[in-house]
């Protein structure tokens, strides 16, 4: 069997993630995410149901999510999944379809899996320039062409894919996003949102695809995303977005991303007291990197200093109502 690799870099000069994954067999639970993703399957096939709808994932098939398309996958061919995935900011994203259109407007994409030989190759040649450190401006011109492509193929405005929200939906959005670092209960959102348990709960999943507990556990992600680039410890961020202990954080946390809470706050480790509310992880001028072995017994990071000169160390990465658990 394939060995397990899973790498993450972040580049501070696009302001965007590029996630590597090779030989998982992982399943990743039914979840969204607050930025845009763009992947490309390279290796193995995956079931993958996203807004009430199923896609067979294989080799070539490009995967675009707006913010907020729930969706979940699962390994359906007893192999392992090799997989490239970019995912950009929405104030990335902003600066990135004004840029092409002029407008400023969030772009949203029509479909969420497309078979697009001059977008796949897109896809990899940027995301080999971001793994591999290269490419100098070529990086911005790939990322340019790659949204520009996306936006005259598949685009539209943002809003124009979303479902209506109605009003109750989105105070119950607005308590579990103001009250999560607390332990919630579903009483206290029905009361804030003005519906009882069970209208909640059907017209919630109907409305976002995701049950309000989903939702919520989406929120904490997020925060704690946010948190572990800014360099608060995995066991400090918890506590603070509403996890029970630190093992049930970590276990979340892998579940939805793919990689231990420290490993991902390795990414970022080099841009330590950076500005807080800075789009998806904005920092200095370096990138970051952090590679995971299958075990996750090992961890390495690649940073540059000014002139581009590389330094790494190795190290070992052992870890460590609606309340995470």
Same mark, same amino acid.
């Given at each position: 069997?394939?060995?397990?690799?899973?790498?993450?870099?972040?580049?501070?000069?696009?302001?965007?993630?590029?996630?590597?994954?090779?030989?998982?067999?992982?399943?990743?639970?039914?979840?969204?995410?607050?930025?845009?993703?763009?992947?490309?399957?390279?290796?193995?096939?995956?079931?993958?149901?996203?807004?009430?709808?199923?896609?067979?994932?294989?080799?070539?098939?490009?995967?675009?999510?707006?913010?907020?398309?729930?969706?979940?996958?699962?390994?359906?061919?007893?192999?392992?999944?090799?997989?490239?995935?970019?995912?950009?900011?929405?104030?990335?994203?902003?600066?990135?379809?004004?840029?092409?259109?002029?407008?400023?407007?969030?772009?949203?994409?029509?479909?969420?899996?497309?078979?697009?030989?001059?977008?796949?190759?897109?896809?990899?040649?940027?995301?080999?320039?971001?793994?591999?450190?290269?490419?100098?401006?070529?990086?911005?011109?790939?990322?340019?062409?790659?949204?520009?492509?996306?936006?005259?193929?598949? +685009?539209?405005?943002?809003?124009?894919?979303?479902?209506?929200?109605?009003?109750?939906?989105?105070?119950?959005?607005?308590?579990?996003?103001?009250?999560?670092?607390?332990?919630?209960?579903?009483?206290?959102?029905?009361?804030?949102? +003005?519906?009882?348990?069970?209208?909640?709960?059907?017209?919630?999943?109907?409305?976002? +695809?995701?049950?309000?507990?989903?939702?919520?556990?989406?929120?904490?992600?997020?925060?704690?995303?946010?948190?572990?680039?800014?360099?608060?410890?995995?066991?400090?961020?918890?506590?603070?977005?509403?996890?029970?202990?630190?093992?049930?954080?970590?276990?979340?946390?892998?579940?939805?991303?793919?990689?231990?809470?420290?490993?991902?706050?390795?990414?970022?480790?080099?841009?330590?007291?950076?500005?807080?509310?800075?789009?998806?992880?904005?920092?200095?001028?370096?990138?970051?990197?952090?590679?995971?072995?299958?075990?996750?017994?090992?961890?390495?990071?690649?940073?540059?200093?000014?002139?581009?000169?590389?330094?790494?160390?190795?190290?070992?990465?052992?870890?460590?109502?609606?309340? +995470?658990?």
């Amino acid at each position: 069997m394939k060995r397990e690799m899973r790498t993450a870099v972040y580049d501070d000069e696009l302001r965007i993630e590029a996630y590597r994954f090779e030989g998982i067999m992982q399943p990743f639970p039914n979840h969204f995410h607050r930025h845009y993703v763009i992947g490309l399957v390279e290796g193995g096939q995956r079931v993958l149901s996203c807004k009430n709808r199923e896609y067979v994932l294989e080799s070539g098939s490009v995967v675009i999510f707006n913010p907020g398309d729930s969706h979940a996958c699962v390994q359906s061919d007893g192999g392992t999944f090799d997989y490239r995935g970019l995912n950009i900011g929405e104030q990335t994203m902003l600066g990135l379809a004004e840029e092409i259109t002029g407008k400023h407007m969030l772009p949203g994409f029509s479909e969420n899996v497309v078979w697009d030989g001059e977008i796949a190759c897109q896809v990899r040649s940027l995301h080999r320039m971001i793994m591999e450190e290269t490419g100098d401006f070529g990086r911005e011109e790939t990322l340019l062409f790659l949204i520009s492509l996306l936006i005259q193929k598949f +685009g539209q405005p943002f809003e124009s894919c979303v479902l209506e929200c109605r009003r109750e939906i989105g105070r119950a959005c607005e308590y579990m996003e103001q009250h999560f670092g607390e332990r919630i209960y579903l009483d206290q959102i029905c009361r804030y949102a +003005g519906l009882s348990k069970s209208a909640l709960l059907r017209a919630f999943t109907k409305e976002k +695809g995701v049950t309000p507990y989903r939702y919520l556990e989406a929120v904490r992600i997020g925060a704690a995303k946010r948190m572990l680039a800014e360099g608060v410890p995995p066991a400090e961020t918890a506590m603070r977005t509403g996890f029970s202990d630190q093992s049930h954080f970590a276990n979340y946390f892998s579940q939805f991303i793919g990689l231990a809470p420290g490993l991902y706050r390795d990414v970022f480790s080099a841009g330590a007291g950076r500005a807080a509310g800075r789009d998806e992880g904005e920092t200095g001028a370096e990138t970051r990197r952090v590679e995971r072995d299958e075990a996750g017994a090992k961890a390495r990071r690649v940073g540059r200093d000014e002139a581009g000169d590389s330094s790494g160390y190795k190290r070992d990465s052992k870890g460590g109502g609606y309340h +995470g658990e």
